[in-house]
């Protein structure tokens, strides 16, 4: 199987004192696209950068293990981070030296075929993340982390930036870690759904439905219902809390 | 029938056929604040927002005017002062020997060119400008970017540099020329001193201001320290470094102003001393004149040099292409 594997062994993550993960322990087999949904601020995106590493944790082990090198980890953010002075093509290019015909063959991939010399100001919402991803899959990661990556986009574009990951994902396939707020996304997308909340996985759940998969799948849509039940109490209980 | 009776009877018809549904819209809308003529309930109102199925001759002869005007009206008021000026010199309402008429200083202009002084000591003035603001600029890049970029150097310089910047440098023209006579050096210190606060400021403050989320970015991509500093940071801080240079650029001209006037024996700031001297205050007046233009073009050129450095930024973009 191709991608890497990801290993935590209790670990823990607190900020000024407050605790936000506790004690998680989590196995993600190679190759697995694994969705974490949770309500806001249950630690979801924490979770993510810790196996980044770009937040280190306040407790515990986290690992990656790769065949034959060390785990390439790619994240796609939220916001694109495109460095605005850059053409499409440089941004692409960042961190990697040569290699323009790649660049311009996974530029291609994602649809932005002749925009290589525009700046991203001449880009919308939608072909600014095709660029961010194209910025992440030129490097083949082995683990490819995705921080809500289409939560700021309209309903048709998200669609279509879904679809177009899963199409790269089965020509190409690596480890996903999603995290979503998205619960339809993440059955749509994901091999498994993780439910977060307390500080810790409050839900493990496979889900190996056949792809690709539709919006209107009764199997998905009686999983929405339970996943989004789950969410609402645990937005109850957060609210009873404040 | 006229066309206006037309649209009257049948508004009349109209009206007659909504009194008895009475809709809501009629009732409600004098209290919103509309004005006479109330559109009568069931008629329907078109608003044309936009209208270019027929590129018509009058858009192509507006976009002619907008451009005529963008390039004219800036023109029209110190054009216009002129000529109030000249006006007000000729029939004598203003003396001469106060304010001299813009002819006078024409004249005196074209004098001092036929003798050459003028060309001399516009280019002296000129190349102590730009030597004194490159030392300065330079300076103040350099010394900003170690501060911003090693946090050591910035321990060490920062304060410094703050309680040096504190101190006005005008007032270190007595010191200068006691220690360096009235020569070249102490005006080109005078005027490096003025242009390297403005530029190391903006730089500091450029690369401390730098989004974290940028930063971020570039580690994760790998990029070592070298890299980082030269694809992220100094793009991100080109912005206010820029702003800073064209702020010390004027800074360089003021100083210069008051370092050729204390202690000169040429350039522009001479040129008026020695006119004052003689009582030519048409001179006078004209190396006003030179000073506010040689500042608008500096002003210009650096404005040039912005757009091309930030055409990415958007609000200097105005072509996308790289």
């Known amino acids: 199987m191709s991608g890497a594997s990801v290993s935590l062994r209790s670990v823990g993550k607190s900020f000024a004192g407050r605790t936000v993960l506790d004690d998680v322990d989590l196995d993600i087999a190679a190759g697995q696209f694994v969705s974490i949904i949770g309500p806001s601020g249950a630690g979801k995106s924490t979770l993510l950068r810790l196996v980044a590493g770009l937040d280190a944790p306040s407790g515990g082990r986290i690992e990656l293990r790769a065949t034959g090198r060390k785990a390439d980890v790619r994240m796609m953010f939220q916001e694109d981070r495109l460095l605005p002075w850059r053409s499409v093509l440089r941004n692409v290019l960042l961190g990697i030296k040569g290699r323009k015909q790649d660049a311009g063959r996974i530029l291609d991939a994602v649809g932005l075929q002749g925009r290589e010399s525009e700046f991203p100001i001449g880009l919308s919402g939608g072909q600014r993340q095709r660029v961010a991803l194209a910025r992440a899959l030129i490097h083949e990661p082995d683990l490819l982390l995705l921080d809500e990556p289409f939560g700021a986009l309209d309903a048709i574009t998200r669609a ?19 995290v979503t707020h998205d619960v339809e996304e993440a059955l749509l997308l994901s091999d498994r759904v993780l ?4 500080g810790g996985i409050a839900r493990d759940l496979i889900f190996d439905q056949p792809r690709p998969r539709h919006r209107g799948d009764p199997a998905l849509a009686t999983l929405k219902e339970e996943l989004l039940d789950g969410l609402l109490t645990a937005e109850r209980d957060l609210a009873a809390v404040a | ?12 018809f109209m009206t007659d056929a909504s009194l008895l549904s009475r809709p809501v819209d009629a009732t409600a809308s004098p209290a919103a604040g509309r004005t006479e003529p109330f559109p009568r309930a069931g008629e329907s109102v078109v608003t044309v927002v936009a209208d270019v199925t027929r590129p018509s001759e009058l858009s192509r002869a507006r976009a ?13 008021l110190p054009l216009g002062l002129l000529f109030v000026w000249q006006f007000l010199s000729t029939t004598g309402i203003v003396s001469t020997a106060i304010v001299p008429a813009p002819s006078d200083i024409w004249d005196a202009a074209q004098q001092l060119a036929e003798r050459g002084e003028l060309q001399h000591d516009i280019l002296i003035s000129l190349r102590r400008v730009a030597i004194g603001f490159s030392i300065g600029a330079l300076g103040g890049l350099l010394f900003g970017l170690a501060v911003g970029l090693f946090e050591p150097l910035h321990d060490l310089f920062d304060r410094s540099l703050q309680m040096i910047r504190t101190i006005p440098h005008l007032a270190l023209v007595p010191l200068m020329i006691l220690w360096f006579g009235i020569g070249e050096e102490p005006r080109l210190i005078l005027v490096a001193m003025g242009s390297l606060f403005p530029v190391y400021i903006n730089t500091v403050g450029g690369i401390c201001n730098v989004d974290p989320k940028l930063i971020e970015l570039g580690k994760s991509y790998g990029l070592g320290r070298a890299e980082l500093v030269w694809s992220i940071i100094l793009p991100a801080a080109l912005q206010p470094i820029l702003v800073g240079m064209r702020y010390a650029l004027g800074v360089a001209w003021l100083t210069l102003v008051v370092g050729e006037t204390i202690a000169s024996r040429d350039g522009v700031g001479y040129l008026v001393q020695n006119a004052r001297e003689l009582l030519r205050i048409d001179i006078i007046v004209l190396a006003i004149i030179l000073y506010a233009i040689a500042g608008w073009l ?6 040039l040099i912005e757009r091309r450095l930030l055409r990415w930024h958007p609000n200097y973009a105005d072509r996308v292409k790289a």
Not at chain 1, 160 to 178: D, H, I, K, N, S
């Open chain 1, 160 to 178: 279509a930036m879904q679809l177009l990951l899963e199409q790269l994902l089965v020509a190409r396939p690596r480890t996903v870690v999603l």
């Open chain 1, 195 to 198: 439910l977060v909340k307390d």
């Open chain 2, 1 to 12: 029938m006229a066309p206006s009776q037309v649209r009257r009877s049948k508004v009349d």
């Open chain 2, 64 to 76: 002619r005017g907008l451009s005529w005007r963008s390039f004219a009206l800036p023109w029209l």
């Open chain 2, 298 to 303: 500096s002003d210009l050129i650096t404005r």
